[in-house]
């Protein structure tokens, strides 16, 4: 829709609306009343799986058929390995909550590395979304003991 001012020339409503200040005291208001941020369920896994995986003494993330199955996910030519893995989480408009699968190295002590597992999932999720974690829970479901190969859970024999 145009309206033609006095001049003769033709301009649009919103751009006569750009001109004029605003009157709703849109100055006054921070940028978060100025619009929404969402944040996908998926991001949060990531960002939770990634600060997971860079504490010491987690050997991987994940239980016995998810570990496998991206094990072998992993090996197709062009696949990636997924920083979701193991990580479930609820993310609601404000709070998230988070839930891990862990496999740590035989020999750490677990309670220790679940507690620098949950400060860094914690630290890294608030930092980087905004949002409170309200609770990181934690499932060892294996230790990585020092003779297993990498992709071996532990079952099934050995034949040299």
């Known amino acids: 829709m145009t309206d033609t001012t006095s001049g ?68 197709v030519p062009g696949g990636r390995p997924s920083a979701g893995r193991g990580v479930k989480v609820e993310v609601g408009e404000h709070q998230a909550a988070v839930d891990l699968d862990i496999v740590v190295e035989y020999g750490v002590p677990i309670t220790e590395v679940a507690g620098d597992v949950r400060e860094s999932v914690i630290s890294a999720v608030e930092r980087m979304t905004g949002l409170e974690v309200v609770e990181v829970n934690i499932a060892v479901d294996d230790v990585h003991l020092p003779d297993e190969g990498e992709d071996d859970d532990g079952g099934g024999r050995r034949v040299s």
């Open 8 to 75: 003769g020339t033709s301009t649009t409503r919103a751009a006569q609306s750009l001109s004029r200040p605003p009157d709703d005291g849109a100055e006054n208001r921070t940028p978060t009343e100025r619009g929404r941020t969402t944040i996908a369920d998926s991001v949060v896994e990531k960002i939770a799986g990634m600060a997971a995986r860079e504490v010491p003494g987690v050997h991987a993330l994940g239980a016995g058929m998810s570990r496998t199955i991206g094990a072998v996910r992993d090996r």
